[in-house]
């Protein structure tokens, strides 16, 4: 777990043992004696490390102990640690973004240690740490921006979960899970529970009138209160280099890409719940089939990847990488998925009413049966393509080949009943003629003849009986 999750999120660090120990000065040859204390959870320069007094994160994230270099922290590559990947590629996006492209060109002759940083002296395109964090001032040192470490100073949205909703109060969401009762994943009780950051509206955009052109919209976020004062930090920053409108038509184009993002989402999420009701899926692992890992590659990487880009300015994640992967690809496999499975469970329903058949002849009609295999291999082709633990085709495979082989095993049941009771039929002919023969002959013989010879039969079987005993 340490080199999988913590090492970029952080752990708690634990003291659990204090002894006494000695290090000699290997130069002077002095000795010193003092206790030191063991830590589990180290060492650790996760983001949100939780450390021993209680404090949450850690400085050395971002400032390397011994330089504690200012240069370093404004460096891209320094978020880039952690913030990169197919799920969260925000150092990727940076260098795609034409800022990236500045800083490539002409960052070596930036300066990066002045304090305050005058835009256009010092550096004349924005790090993460320019929008994110940084102090910034103009030229003659006047303070345009204040910096700030709470990295959600300027942020408004969540981008990293389900659905985008504003950032939550609090900087863990995993805090307002356990404390307040609220998912950041599906966002119940988000709003209710006052969890989320407050204050904006979707609002209908005036269509334009006759013939009067207008930049396309549909609909705008309205921002009020503390999301307006956020929004409006971020847009300070903008500004220091880019015209009003610029920045102004960039976020309303931003905030409907969250919008549509949303719609999509959930689109999709219900598609989902849809097959759980229907039994195409079962809900008790929500990570071990088909659609439920298109929703996760939907929300996780995608559809990040999606907002990520539209907010920082990199067409190909925001776009090929994000919008055309959550549609066409993710979303686009969904629908396929559910669709076929839809189609198989309407065949497998009409087969229930299907009447019963006797001898040779198939239970199923041989063009439902091959229907329901290219239908079966839709599905086998779709899953083949992802890594998917249990797969739903196995399922829906099993009930298709159960009912089969229980029709098969009823009616070669049927049929050895049927030769059975035939078989039984005629050996009750023949003891019946048996009978009838019996009767006539008895009929034929007389009573007194009949005890007489009964007489003579048991001491008949008394000699023999007599003799056998004798034998042995
Ligand atoms: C390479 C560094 C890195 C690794 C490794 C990593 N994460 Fe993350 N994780 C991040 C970053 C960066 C974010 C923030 C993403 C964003 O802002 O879009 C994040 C976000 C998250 C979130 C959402 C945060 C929240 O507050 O709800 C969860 C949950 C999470 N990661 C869990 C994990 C788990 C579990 C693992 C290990 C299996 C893991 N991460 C491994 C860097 C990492
Ligand atoms: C997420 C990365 C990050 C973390 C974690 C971080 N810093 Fe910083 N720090 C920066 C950046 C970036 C700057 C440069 C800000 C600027 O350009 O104005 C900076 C600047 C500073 C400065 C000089 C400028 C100022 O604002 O006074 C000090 C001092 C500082 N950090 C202390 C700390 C301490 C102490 C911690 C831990 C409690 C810490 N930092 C954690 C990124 C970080
Ligand atoms: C050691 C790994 C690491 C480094 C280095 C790092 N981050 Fe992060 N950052 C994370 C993780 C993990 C999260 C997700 C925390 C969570 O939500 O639980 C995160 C969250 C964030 C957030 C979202 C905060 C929120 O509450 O939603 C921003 C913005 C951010 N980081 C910016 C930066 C910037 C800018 C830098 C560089 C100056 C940086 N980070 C350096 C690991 C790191
Ligand atoms: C040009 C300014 C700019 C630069 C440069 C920039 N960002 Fe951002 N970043 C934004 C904006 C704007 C948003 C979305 C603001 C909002 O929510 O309204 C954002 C959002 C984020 C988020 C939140 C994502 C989430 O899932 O909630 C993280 C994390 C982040 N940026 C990290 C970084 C890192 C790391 C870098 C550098 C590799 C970087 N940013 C560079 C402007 C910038
Ligand atoms: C320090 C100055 C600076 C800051 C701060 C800054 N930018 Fe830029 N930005 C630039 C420069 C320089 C260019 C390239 C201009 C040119 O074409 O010469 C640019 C280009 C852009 C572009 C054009 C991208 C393209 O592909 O052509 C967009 C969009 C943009 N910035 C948006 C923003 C937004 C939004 C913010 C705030 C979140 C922001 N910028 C912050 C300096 C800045």
New binding site residues.
Partial sequence: MYHACFQCHGTPVVPYKKETTTVENLVTGTKLVFERVEYWGWPNNG?GRVDPDGSI???T???TRHTFS?KQ??EPWTCGQCHLGIDHPHIEIYEQSKHGNIWEAYGSEWNWTA???KVGVHFNAPTC?TCH???LADKDGKILVE?S?D?RKRLVWDQMHFFSYPKPKWPDHTQNAIMLGASQLTGKGLLEKKVAVEGYRIVLEELPKEGELSFPKVLRIEYYGELAERRNEMKKVCNLCHSRQWVDNYFLTFDQNMIDYNITAQYAYQLLQKAYEQGIHDPTNKLDEYMEIMWYYIWHHDGRRWRNGAAMMSPEYAFWLGIVDTVMDKLGRMTNYYETAVELLELKKKLEFAPPTTGTQPMIPPEIETKIKELEQRLASLESEVPVMKSAIDNIERIVSDTKQKVEEASTGISNLEKRSSELESSLNTLESKVAELSTKLEAIAKPTAIVLAIIAIVISVIIGIISLRRK
């Fill in positions: 983001a994160g850690t400085c994230a971002c400032h200012i922290a404004r304090l305050p940083w740490a964090m940084s102090t910096g470490h990295l």
